[in-house]
């Protein structure tokens, strides 16, 4: 399994910024496909918002963030970042950190499958 932890947000002018953290872990030699964020504003359904795979370090951002928004690890590779900048008010939404992991093959219960992960959540409000 891989829990995620993300952290960062908050309460913040149009037009400014903020940076979302989220550290990642794995357990029982998961091996994590996907790393990223999704989002979801209320009365919608939950969006991609920038998501990394690893195999090939593509990365994948939704067009509204696509000039704006840019995804990271940190130099521990634990950690994934997404920096905010020019925050609108529609990016107001609760942020989670997600990743897919693949369930390794010595595990008789589940080997080979893939699962999707979740964080907590943390709330982006942009007012204008």
């Known amino acids: 399994q891989v829990q995620l932890v993300g952290s960062g947000g908050g309460l913040v002018q149009a037009g400014g910024s903020l940076r979302l953290s989220c550290t990642a872990s794995s357990r029982n030699r998961f091996a994590v496909l996907k790393v990223g964020w999704y989002r979801q504003a209320p009365g919608s359904q939950r969006e991609l918002v920038a998501v990394?795979?690893?195999?090939?370090?593509?990365?994948r951002y939704a067009e509204s963030v696509k000039d704006r928004f840019t995804i990271s690890r940190g130099d521990s590779g634990n950690t994934v970042y997404l920096q905010m900048d020019n925050l609108k008010t529609e990016d107001t939404a609760v942020y989670f950190c997600y990743a897919r992991g693949k369930c390794p093959a010595v595990s008789w219960s589940c080997s080979g499958r893939e699962f999707d992960y979740w964080g907590q959540g943390t709330q982006v409000n942009v007012s204008s």
């Open positions: 990394v795979t690893n195999a090939d370090d593509t990365i």
